[in-house]
């Protein structure tokens, strides 16, 4: 029944094709990216002047509207205008969005195929919908969400000034020893040189941890995941410290930041509307 409510919700609301500012307020748009048409859910404070964009994705149960509302906060709060995006199941299993489609288990994809290329060209999209093709925008993406950015943020080339990626179960690690996508060996080895280390570790990248996300439901619990750390917050203050250590041994500059929350577990919402958001993406 709430499928078939959000379906009929759905289909009350103006649907169009990319090509106007986001209207005020909530909104619900298609957006054809390359040969996908992407349903994105909108918001715009009433008080809106010329803030920056927010890309808001979302986790496994793929409620991108669910998204919208809990980041709600973070427009109101810095000015903001949001656009989450669905990527849905059925085009978009985890294979795609969790890990971005860069690769399978034994070759590279082609980088046209990687799923980041379409969230960095909505960005692009409704920029030029908005007017502004040098609009900032900045990513936060929770869970599942925080896993497709963690895989963005080392491959594909974007122009975000800040990628949060909040408690996701694991992380592609600095390292060869590992194989993609929990570190940089394997199918992605080919891409992998001091210049591409270096950018990784100069990306924008906020690793956003509730302190208290020690729970096990949706978590990727896989040999390889768990080799990362017991919980998603062990496993993030690891992939920093391996972020850190990587910097340290080469004299390189870190562009990655830690925020922790604390007694927050794995919810958007709660990392969304907490105080320690504002150091996630600005600060």
Do not use: C
Request: overall charge positive.
């Amino acid at each position: 029944m709430i499928r078939i409510a959000l379906g009929l919700a759905l289909s009350l609301l103006p649907i169009t094709l990319s090509a106007a500012p986001i209207p005020v307020g909530d909104g619900y748009q298609v957006v054809k990216i390359k040969s996908a048409n992407l349903e994105v859910f909108t918001y715009k404070p009433a008080n809106y002047t010329d803030g920056p964009l927010l890309l808001v994705f979302h986790g496994v149960d793929r409620n991108a509207d669910t998204y919208r509302d809990n980041a709600k906060t973070i427009a109101d709060r810095f000015g903001m205008v949001v656009a989450a995006p669905l990527f849905d199941k059925s085009r978009f299993p985890s294979a795609l969005y969790q890990r971005g489609g860069i690769a399978n288990q034994t070759a590279l994809l082609p980088q046209e195929k990687w799923v980041g290329t379409l969230a960095v060209g909505l960005a692009d999209q409704l920029r030029r919908d908005e007017g502004r093709s040098d609009l900032d925008y900045y990513m936060i993406g929770h869970s599942a969400g925080g896993q497709f950015l963690a895989r963005l943020a080392p491959f594909v080339p974007h122009a975000a000034k800040r990628i949060v990626a909040a408690n996701p179960s694991s992380w592609v690690f600095p390292t060869m020893k590992e194989g993609f996508p929990f570190g940089l060996g394997g199918a992605t080895a080919s891409l992998v040189n001091d210049d591409f280390l270096k950018r990784y570790l100069a990306a924008p990248l906020t690793v956003y941890l509730g302190m208290t996300d020690t729970g096990a439901t949706n978590r990727d619990d896989s040999e390889d995941a768990m080799e990362q750390g017991a919980t998603r917050h062990e496993r993030g203050l690891n992939f920093f410290r391996a972020g850190q250590a990587l910097a340290n041994e080469k004299g390189w500059a870190l562009n990655w930041r830690l925020v922790e929350v604390p007694k927050v577990g794995h919810s958007s919402k709660r990392m969304f509307d907490a105080p320690q958001v504002k150091a996630a993406l600005f600060d």
